[in-house]
């Protein structure tokens, strides 16, 4: 035999723990409680969502906010403000602040993709685009000719050698705008779609 009589009876008390441990609680659960292990669940019944506390093993009705968060109207990305967003799920107060300063800096949005370059690693964008819109009157366009350095390089889409590129334009035809980077291939035209809603 490969065990002799010792051996033989460790297995076998071994064996009673894992019965049980696994086996018996099984057998003696209530039938009427569907869950061994302790977990948060919702079911659809008709036309109301249920909440299964399984720690007090109660069931109760999700509160209307609960609901609301699922069967929410679009919201604009150029007019919500942070309690707005934070109704969205999977954007807290953090992202919500994000999204709010991006905006302030880049004079509003023009595409819910913009939301992409925030790298929200915890909210996906692009399987929730049907969350958002975007109203384009809202986006603010600023005069080039009247803006300093300094302004002009606070764009997120501008970089430092672009300002300058911008300010040696107008150096040379006296004034500068968007039509005149555009005609005078200024900028490279990736770089020109992308700041086009922004500055006249």
Do not use: C
């Not at 019944?45 to 609960?66: F, K, N």
């Not at 555009?182 to 990736?190: A, D, H």
């Amino acid at each position: 035999m490969f065990f002799n009589s010792m051996e033989r009876k460790g297995v076998l008390i071994l064996l009673f723990l894992i019965t049980g441990i696994l086996v018996i609680p099984r057998q003696l659960r209530p039938k009427e409680h569907p869950f061994f292990l302790l977990q948060e669940m919702v079911e659809v019944e008709g036309d109301s969502l249920w909440h299964i506390d399984t720690t007090h093993t109660r069931i109760a009705p999700i509160g209307l906010s609960q609901k609301k968060r699922t069967n929410m109207s679009p919201v604009d990305l150029n007019t919500a403000d942070s309690s707005t967003l934070v109704r969205i799920k999977g954007i807290g107060p953090y992202y919500a602040t994000k999204i709010l300063r991006y905006r302030e800096r880049l004079g509003g949005y023009y595409a819910i993709e913009q939301l992409q370059e925030l790298n929200m690693t915890y909210f996906n964008v692009d399987s929730n685009t049907h969350l958002f819109t975007v109203e384009l009157e809202y986006i603010v366009k600023r005069d080039l000719d009247s803006m300093d350095f300094k302004a002009i390089l606070k764009h997120p889409y501008l970089e430092y050698e672009d300002v300058e590129l911008i300010f040696d334009a107008k150096r040379r035809y006296g004034h500068v705008s968007y039509t005149l980077l555009e005609e005078k291939k200024v900028l490279p035209i990736r770089k020109l779609k992308k700041i086009k809603p922004y500055f006249r």
